[in-house]
């Protein structure tokens, strides 16, 4: 079973840029369709971006043209590279493999605060 491990959140002004990490246990990573999803306080979890095995991506229509998705196989891990970060990205961040996939167990997520 592959186990997710989230990192690389933290407080950050309007503005900033962070990069999140995803590191994935386990053989069979580079064979997924990987996303990552985030989690508002009093919301659902939602897609944020999505890449296949080898490297088409995909986005949500309110990050498009700020976050970038990557992954490298060799190290069974993803990457989100977010820029001109907004309040309303505040929220905990996941990965997992992209929808209509079977899941793995969620990881504990990373907390992205965006605030002054």
């Known amino acids: 079973q592959v186990q997710l491990v989230e990192s690389g959140g933290g407080l950050v002004q309007p503005g900033g840029s962070l990069r999140l990490s995803c590191a994935a246990s386990g053989r069979f990573f580079s064979f997924y369709t990987m996303a990552w999803y985030r989690q508002a306080p009093g919301k659902q979890r939602e897609l944020v971006a999505a890449?296949?095995?080898?490297?088409?991506?995909n986005y949500a229509d309110s990050v498009k043209g700020r976050f970038t998705v990557s992954r490298d196989n060799a190290k069974n891990t993803m990457y989100l590279q977010m820029n001109s970060l907004k309040p309303e990205d505040t929220a905990v961040y996941y990965c997992?493999?992209?929808?209509?996939?079977?899941?793995?167990?969620w990881g504990q997520g990373t907390q992205v605060t965006v605030s002054s």
């Open positions: 997992n493999t992209a929808p209509g996939s079977s899941r793995f167990d």
């Open positions: 890449i296949t095995s080898g490297g088409s991506t």
